[in-house]
């Protein structure tokens, strides 16, 4: 089967890994994952233009709904390319919801932003999905989309780490999870190396913000991250994603507190454990649901969790054969064969 998604690829964020990951699963089982558009070295994806051999579009949506590339007249042709029930939406953002705010956290600025994005969605296909094992919605299909990549894995080598903490992404509505992991290192921060902050909007809004008048989205506070010798670091393309987690004994995992609400995953929570030990600040259930009974030993937890952060970063070793743990559970249950085999099924039925 030869599937087209619709995609705003980023170079320095977003799913550039996962939807490679899928493009290289599918030709391994016989089909061919593609995205439509054209070639752009710097996101180096499948792009194509033609639609004629197309078996099913699937429009990935998160943060916008807008074409990268194109315009009115190339969405026509995607939806022409396919019949409606093969074609289906990914929404990857929680968007396809009422308006939801959890703490300074809002899936739309108001309700009216709500009916607008759910009557797109309902306009391109019948088949919604969202990447939560529990959707709210009735009509909302559950498929987790993201998925794990055994060929990420970088060795649980720590002889030359050069941080002993750091967080890759960018600062979008994540101030509020992450000031509980750096509340949780104030008391042991002289016990602690180098500890980073890798992406946009730690130190100030990202140039853009101002613009699209979304700077609250990317609040902090630089100051204090300062005074607790936090350093920031500027983003990397999405390739090396992995790779930059890897300079670190451990790597924390947050998610936007809407994400955490309705207990949607996204890609950081796949591409951790494979560069490094990861140090979840979730939900233990919703851990435990994705990465297996063993990730509860390295959730964050409500409790000294000062304590928890220094015994990961004292004994890594120990949480090392946690993490394979984990990396074995993720490859036998989240792998993306596994999860285009999902697709392929939500596809045809």
């Not at 964020?13 to 439509?36: D, F, K, M, W």
């Not at 902050?197 to 990317?218: N, Q």
Request: charged share 25%; hydrophobic share 40%.
């Amino acid at each position: 089967m030869r599937l087209v998604f619709v995609y705003w690829p980023f170079e320095d964020q977003g799913s550039g890994n996962i939807i490679q990951g899928y493009s290289e699963a599918a030709r391994t089982l016989g089909h061919e994952v593609t995205v439509y558009g054209i070639p752009y070295d710097k996101i180096p994806l499948d792009y194509t233009l033609d639609l004629a051999s197309a078996d099913a579009v699937v429009f990935l949506l998160e943060w916008t709904a807008d074409l990268y590339y194109g315009d009115h007249l190339d969405l026509t042709r995607l939806l022409g390319a396919v019949p409606r029930r093969r074609r289906l939406v990914i929404d990857g953002d929680g968007k396809y919801n009422d308006l939801l705010r959890v703490g300074d956290d809002f899936n739309h600025a108001d309700a009216e932003a709500s009916r607008r994005w759910t009557d797109i969605c309902d306009s391109l296909s019948d088949k919604i999905c969202q990447p939560t094992l529990c959707p709210v919605r009735p009509n909302v299909r559950p498929f987790l989309f993201y998925a794990y990549n055994p060929a990420w894995e970088v060795p649980l080598d720590f002889s030359a780490k050069e941080f002993d903490l750091l967080y890759v992404g960018h600062s979008k509505f994540r101030w509020q999870p992450m000031m509980r992991v750096l509340k949780a290192l104030e008391p042991i921060r002289d016990r602690l190396g180098r500890v980073g902050l890798v992406g946009r909007g730690w130190d100030a809004p990202p140039e853009w913000a101002s613009t699209m008048e979304i700077e609250e989205h990317y609040a902090s506070d630089p100051a204090y991250l300062k005074a607790l010798d936090v350093e920031v670091l500027p983003s990397v393309p999405f390739g090396k994603v992995i790779s930059t987690m890897s300079r670190s004994v451990a790597n924390i995992v947050v998610t936007r507190p809407t994400f955490s609400h309705l207990r949607l995953v996204t890609p950081r929570l796949f591409e951790t454990p494979a560069a490094t030990i990861p140090l979840f600040s979730l939900d233990p259930d919703h851990a435990r649901d994705i990465f297996g009974e063993a990730a509860l030993e390295l959730v964050l937890p409500e409790h000294d969790p000062e304590e928890k952060l220094l015994d990961i970063i004292g004994r890594p070793r120990y949480y090392a054969d946690v993490t394979q743990s984990l990396r074995q559970h993720l490859a036998a249950h989240h792998s993306h064969a596994a999860r285009l085999r999902e697709l392929l099924a939500i596809v045809e039925a």
